[in-house]
Nanobody, 127 residues
Framework: QVQLVESGGGTVQAGGSLRLSCAASGRTDSTYTIAWFRQAPGKERDFVAAVDWSGGTKYYSDSLKGRFTITRDNAKNTVYLQMNSLKPEDTAVYYC????????????????????WGQGTQVAVSS
């Protein structure tokens, strides 16, 4: 079992930046892939970014690449999502997710592949 807690959300003006954190606890000794997803009101939960257990391999939604950066600090059991040049359309609840059974790149962006989820943190970007 892994518990995930997101933090760092808030309200920011368009063009601003936020850094989200996902703190993991519990069975953090396993090789978990950790991902960020987001869900805007009335829309599906979409993939944002993911990082493998070592932090060496990173994946991004094509539409967000270049503005968002995912990093991982295993010493702190924390994954970060740096979000720059934010736009109103980035407004959503951001969730982190983890799973130890993701073995292929094709699985990374599928939300149903992840067994563990945090409660989410709200990000609002005003125009």
């Amino acid at each position: 079992q892994v518990q995930l807690v997101e933090s760092g959300g808030g309200t920011v003006q368009a063009g601003g930046s936020l850094r989200l954190s996902c703190a993991a606890s519990g069975r953090t000794d396993s090789t978990y892939t950790i991902a960020w997803f987001r869900q805007a009101p009335g829309k599906e939960r979409d993939f944002v970014a993911a990082v493998d257990w070592s932090g060496g391999t990173k994946y991004y939604s094509d539409s967000l690449k270049g503005r968002f950066t995912i990093t991982r600090d295993n010493a702190k059991n924390t994954v970060y999502l740096q979000m720059n040049s934010l736009k109103p359309e980035d407004t959503a609840v951001y969730y982190c997710a983890a799973d130890s059974q993701i073995f292929r790149a094709a699985m990374i962006s599928r939300r149903y592949e992840y067994a563990y989820w945090g409660q989410g943190t709200q990000v609002a970007v005003s125009s």
